[in-house]
Nanobody, 125 residues
Framework: QVQLVESGGGLVQAGGSLRLSCAAS????????MGWFRQAPGKEREFVAG????????NYADSVKGRFTISRDNAKKTVYLTMNSLKPEDTAVYYC??????????????????WGQGTQVTVSS
């Protein structure tokens, strides 16, 4: 059982930046594709960014391309989401997730077996 713990959320003004972290409990962290998702009130959970096992490949939702960066440190068993130029529409609970089956980055929440508890990001206008 993989445990994922997110941190780094908070309240920020539009145009500001935040860095989310997600720490994993498993030594096999480097064998998981990792993803960040978000869910705003009344909306479905949506894909934000994903990163391959080695970190060599990444994928982003169109809405965050050029503003968000996903990265990972396998030695620290941690994945990061650096968010710049934040907008009020980025307000949501952000979740990290782990896919231990596929080598390719999936944008579907159903592909990810393990989830963190979420961290709130609120962007004020």
């Amino acid at each position: 059982q993989v445990q994922l713990v997110e941190s780094g959320g908070g309240l920020v003004q539009a145009g500001g930046s935040l860095r989310l972290s997600c720490a994993a409990s498993e030594r096999t962290f480097s064998t998981y594709v990792m993803g960040w998702f978000r869910q705003a009130p009344g909306k479905e959970r949506e894909f934000v960014a994903g990163i391959s096992r080695s970190g060599g490949n990444t994928n982003y939702a169109d809405s965050v391309k050029g503003r968000f960066t996903i990265s990972r440190d396998n030695a620290k068993k941690t994945v990061y989401l650096t968010m710049n130029s934040l907008k009020p529409e980025d307000t949501a609970v952000y979740y990290c997730a782990a896919d231990f089956v596929r080598a390719l980055i999936s944008t579907s929440p159903r592909a990810y077996a393990y989830w963190g508890q979420g961290t709130q990001v609120t962007v004020s206008s």
